[in-house]
């Protein structure tokens, strides 16, 4: 049986999209429920694939490292295979998002680094996959929306 939401459910959902990191004595106060059921729900919405997981969006912290954000769209030899490229492309940690496009190219890769060198060391091994025709890479100038 399907685990439908309801308005606490969503409302804990929505706390934990704007602080993953928030305690749940924090979303037991703002939900009006114990500690101890905000626990069972956040389990029950994990269990269901509600919370398929949790991540951290780094910063600059202390220092003042810069991100190189490139965006890189692969062209594929063949539109319905490429699975294997896709499993490349899991074991690469600066590789961030993989989307399946449509229109002229398959996918759009974000790839972050603190160095550029390190991008294009990436562009070259994704060009160099088997099935990938071709690429084309473009690097972000800034970012102005981050969520």
Not at 46 to 65: H, L, M, P
């Amino acid at each position: 049986m399907k685990y439908l939401l309801d308005r606490v459910d969503e409302q804990i959902l929505g706390l934990l999209r704007i602080n993953a990191r928030a305690s749940h004595a924090d979303l037991s106060a703002k939900v009006n429920l114990s500690r101890n059921a905000v626990r069972v729900r956040i389990e029950r919405l994990e269990r269901e694939g509600f919370i398929k997981g949790y991540t951290i969006v780094t910063g600059a912290g202390g220092n003042d490292k810069h991100i190189t954000t490139a965006l890189i769209f692969v062209y594929r030899h063949d539109r319905m295979k490429g699975g294997e490229i896709i499993l490349a492309l899991r074991k690469i940690p600066e590789v961030v998002a993989c989307d399946v496009m449509t229109g002229d190219f398959d996918l759009v890769l974000r790839v972050e680094s603190p160095e550029a060198d390190r991008i294009r060391q990436i562009w070259q091994l994704v060009s160099e996959l088997p099935g990938v025709r071709d690429t084309l890479t473009a690097f972000a100038l800034s970012s102005v929306i981050r969520k």
